[in-house]
């Protein structure tokens, strides 16, 4: 318990906040002889770094990563990896006005009521920040499913009303939002920064989806695959919704259409999104996840201080105007982590004998 | 791991298959001293079990619970609470038909990918007959829940294209379809029916509401309350997605709209459903699951067999026609199972000193 | 939490009383396909029932098992198989006089004071037939490990101040007392019939060896194996110390004397039993348990009511005056979970990539 | 799985090797509003380092503790603690002649077993410094326990054959081997002396006692008090033995003997060490460890490398004569773990009705 520690076979413990000393992670269960630098987990967290373009908070990290332990001549051990990102452009100060009150759509007034005592400095643990230590695990993760084939990809799909048209992969990583469309990405830009402009912000989809999986994994009847990666998605603060393959799409849908047809050559459609009965079909893992718009803007609210009483704020500092570019990597990371978890529980069960 | 167990702090180990002799669960946790008698269990399975009605599965079950352990004179004794369910109207021989093909939207295939050997009679572990576990298990977390003032109800919002109008909670238990809103329950019945004529099914939505939780209840960063809730219903086979609060309707949402304003006399509104940042807020939790419609359908449709050969085949057994109305209190057990866990997490994280 | 589930990768989670309806046991994480019969776990059950020999207790169960879940056609299917064990010769009303009153050496009082309510029929949760569970399971594991080569076996050492002076492994099961010299035996008999004659009871070691183990099972570094082991030998009630290899043996040697040197033929010595830094050296596995003598006795003891007064007790019923010869099958049991469950923590390591 | 996470309700994740950068620890589960600063774990690393006198290992650590997250102003925050150690007289060139042999009593055998690799500086991650975070984390669990009046104390009994005559525990700080008895303790260290002059190691019996304990703390069946505490203890790699209460001594009683009896006052004796069924009685907690002599030793001994070829090496390096004197402050640490994590998972039992 604690709710710090995620994965069963492969298992992440996370700590930190975002204005305190550090952010990391310890990760066990990692294959031995797994080769494995900082480069190769810095390459993934300068995808998640902010400050990098328009669209993104001004807040400068250079999010540099160290490995404590665990690698030894460039190879995994098999001993748990710990992994710190030093906190550099913290400043506590700029939140001190925030000590007293409850921002509207943030965790503060919930981590008041939990705990009786909150780090007020930035959301603390709640922050976004929390989920580079995330990326970083997810960093070694993506490196043991390589060999295996396994490649994941996500990408805006959505932000407010525009939605991409269509799904070009390689256009992802072009321009600022992540978006698979480019006409609809410039449109995407343009709906940001107008949204930011108004001290407003804006929520969007970000679909996943991830081939080679082999068919197979996930543990039924609770440990299901889809069920693992649901817990994993919502497990990010600005998460409200996830939808495998035709998802709530699905309700208005018949057996006779929703049904995969199974041929020789596999399945026909993959309206499942690459699960059923909570074990990997083999075909393409597909998700989509709801993200609601930034909860930190710069508009006048209303909201009440720690004795209840009603006060009025406009939250300055510096936030993602929409979060979905920056969570592309991080969704990326948390699915890798769920499916190097359920080969290895794979290879547990079917092992050993 | 293994798949079969749920919760931490009050958790539940799961077992059975649909045509083996008995599906049942250990319960772990239980408050010593809980008054707890086989009638408080029974009246939720009776709810759960088939052949309730013209739109739910023939299938004769009695589904009787038998207590094997941890009450004494009426009360749990903190020891495990073993609940066995014998199975009575197994027909495992209407079955051998299916031994040998993989039937399209069933976990047919993904069991014999996983396993290389499958229970084949009546979908084995994976059929939705495993949930009366689940509501026998649900049944005494909703007796510890009672006296701390938490209400769980879930509905039918949607059946196909008809949309509950209203809720109204005192007209859930007057349909077979369990949806608020006798107009459209009248509505929803025709449409299943219509469906069932026509050897086919029909998807849904399903909504559920707890009052009374405390705010405080969720374990950042991982087993945030949504999180849990959201790997408990999407463990249910039969469920493609998940929303809170406002969910995928957030995404157009901008975030000074989004956000629920604090007053003095609590949220303004509750587009977060009930958490923020994975805990608790106090307000109404509410959360929607997408209901794929019955793999199980009377069409011809086109699959292979264990030699990957094309098969048509025609599914005989008996089946839901649309699974919302008998997955309603599988989704109240489910989000009791959730809450109790936390509140007995909450317990331990203040308690002790 | 709930101390009721044992092992990871390969997991059981126990339940019952000694005199409710049945004991049982869940098994998760077998290997599917494992071939396995009712006939394959009651071999091992008619090892530890009672009414044996002269030496133990005269209770009449046939301890008949019955699985009711994850076996199909004679092998395992990879979901969880549930065993039950009735109740047969429970005699609830035999132990109402206890009721009221704390038996010395028992844990009564404990209970009582965890969970503020108890069952006291024959100890309840705490009584010895809870370990049928566990043999019922470590049948399981033990088909697991047969193929594999492991071979596990204990034994009585010790019985009060008579020790085995020879160890012939084809002598065990030729004496009621499970000893490894017939010599030794003969007074171990006679001195457990004269404790039980002068209502007392003996205490005494039973060793365990396990051959075949492959070097490198176990997990550094708080689950190691000799830690899994000391804790699943612990967890019986009447076990009070354990030691591996040399063992507090090893308090007086010198490390020039202790160190087992390698040679290019394996380990020239064993005094550390087969684990090197909590890991197999796959040189035999040998560890001792310290068994106290049995609580229950006839001659009359002073201890106290529930309202805190003194009361003298002599307790009937039927016990066994040393638990030695019983235990044997728990311990070879308890050994095989935890061996089964790193086997497959090893396969889940190096495996998945 | 992975093996560095222990406890549930209050939890750590330790990382580091001897050699690498640091080692650490993640602590979860820590009562929100706690006081803490650095200097509280401070003085609990101080009482382990190297060091400290001419009994023990003259490697120089400061052994600074750095508190990265999960403090504010002070207190705890309820979110996970990360502490880390650096490692500042590494000297990993030390090593180098080791890298292709296997020192006999250590791991270097197991470890090339398991994980086909191995960090052979000073025994990496098996190495006696990885306790330095335990020590930290039980700095933390001893501040949770001492409002609830739970005091723990360790101290060397035996080392070789000379034994402590009395145990006074003022006395156990003023000598280099934590003896509490002083005579004792003078013949302990002159024998330690000797053994270094002659390039060896002693052994020994660590004693530990815990008062203040409530009644009811430990959670049968598996998770017993005295089978974590086993667990616990059996974890550190010296750690051959563990007996509880009478122990191995129970072997020889009779049960009229080693039943305790009840009285109005309470326990009229201890046999039980503090221990009935797995559930604390109230009386003092009583268990003692077997402590094998240090492997490491600059005698000539025969061994093999990598290639099976016969090696003779002799261990030059930095290390404890004897291990008793430093691993009572780890003792202690595990101790105060485990009684904390129960607490905890009691609060949890009895609580969120």
Not at 312 to 334: K, L, Q
């Amino acid at each position: 318990m604690g709710g710090s520690i995620f994965g069963k076979a492969f298992r992440i413990t996370t700590f930190g906040e975002s204005h305190g000393k550090a952010v990391g992670v310890v990760v066990e269960g990692v294959t031995p002889g797994l080769p494995l630098t900082e480069a190769d987990i810095q390459i993934e967290l300068d995808r998640r770094k902010p400050g990098q373009s328009e669209v993104a908070t001004p807040r400068q990290e250079s999010d540099t990563v160290h490995i404590l332990s665990g690698v030894f001549e460039g190879r995994a051990t098999g001993c748990p990896i710990a992994l710190v990102i030093w906190n550099a452009d913290a400043r506590p100060e700029a939140y001190r006005d925030l000590a007293e009150v409850f921002r509207p759509g943030h965790a503060d007034y919930t981590y008041h009521a939990k705990y009786g005592i909150r780090d007020h400095r930035g959301s603390g643990r709640a922050s976004g920040r929390e989920t580079a230590a995330r990326v970083a695990a997810g960093a070694i993760a993506k490196k043991v499913l390589a060999p295996a084939g396994v490649t994941i990809r996500a990408y805006t799909l959505q932000v407010g009303a525009i939605g991409a048209e269509r799904v070009d992969l390689d256009e992802v990583d072009r321009n600022p939002v992540r978006c698979p469309d480019p006409s609809a990405a410039a449109r995407m830009v343009e709906a940001i920064r107008e949204a930011r402009d108004q001290k407003d912000s804006l929520g969007g989809i970000v679909e996943c989806r991830a081939t080679g999986v082999p068919a197979g994994l996930g543990e039924p009847v609770f440990d299901k695959l889809d069920a693992d990666l649901a817990k994993a998605m919502l497990s990010l603060g600005a998460v409200k919704g996830i939808e495998f393959g035709a998802g709530f799409g699905a309700v208005t849908m018949r057996g006779s259409e929703h049904n995969d047809a199974l041929t020789a050559e596999g399945f026909a459609t993959n309206h499942a999104g690459g699960v059923l009965g909570g074990i990997s079909t083999g075909a393409e893992l597909v998700f989509r996840i709801a993200v609601k718009p930034t909860s930190s803007i710069g508009r006048e609210q209303v909201t009440v201080d720690l004795d209840g009483r009603e006060r009025r704020i406009a939250i300055g500092g510096r936030h993602d105007p929409c979060i979905c570019p920056r969570i592309v990597p991080v969704v990326e990371a948390m699915a890798a982590l769920v499916l190097v978890d359920h080969l290895k529980r794979q290879s547990a069960l079917r092992g050993g004998a």
